[in-house]
């Protein structure tokens, strides 16, 4: 619910629609419909699809991302918000992410994500035993001084960093 009213703050649209990529079973999906926003998800796993659409009944997809072809899954080519929770680092291939994204994000949208930081507790703590500690299918470590760069290569511009604890 956290992270849907952060959205929504520095949000300027009505009627916001929203895609989470890797949504797993919805728990993001259910916060965004309780603060007013239209959900979508899409996850890698079948199971998690079939709670999110027969138990919660969002509209949501099995598919391999950034592979999603949204406008045959969900009739719409444009999103106001999309989101990535704690999945953006298990991508080998961030450039090829990032510009689906952008590609995927209306102009004036949002794209909020959230993963773990060299800038955290466990970076801040030991800073070697983070990056060779850190799991095998994590590909991109991120830090919120230096996320700027990469993303303004991808047509994105950072509006907010919240942090939550160790991984802001």
């Known amino acids: 619910l956290k992270r849907a009213a952060n959205i929504k703050k520095i949000s300027s649209r009505n009627n916001k629609n929203v895609l989470d990529i890797g949504c797993a079973y919805g728990p993001f999906l259910k916060a965004a419909e309780e603060t007013g926003f239209i959900p979508y998800g899409t996850d890698i796993s ?3 699809i079939y709670y ?4 919660l009944r ?7 991302f950034p592979k999603i072809n949204v406008t045959k899954e969900f009739g719409i080519s444009e999103f106001d918000v999309v989101t ?4 953006i680092e298990h991508f080998k291939n961030l450039g090829e992410v990032l510009t689906k994204v952008n590609s995927l994000t209306k102009k004036n949208g949002i794209f909020a994500f959230s993963t773990p930081s060299a800038q955290g507790v466990s970076g801040k703590r030991n800073k070697y035993n983070f990056y060779t500690q850190s799991p095998s299918d994590h590909f991109s470590v991120w830090e919120p001084s230096k996320a700027n760069i990469v993303l303004k290569k991808y047509g994105f511009k950072i509006k907010k960093i919240v942090s939550t604890g160790h991984h802001p």
């Open 58 to 64: 969002f509209p949501s997809c099995v598919s391999a």
């Open 52 to 55: 999110v659409k027969n138990e």
């Open 46 to 48: 079948d199971d998690a």
């Open 84 to 87: 990535m929770w704690y999945v």
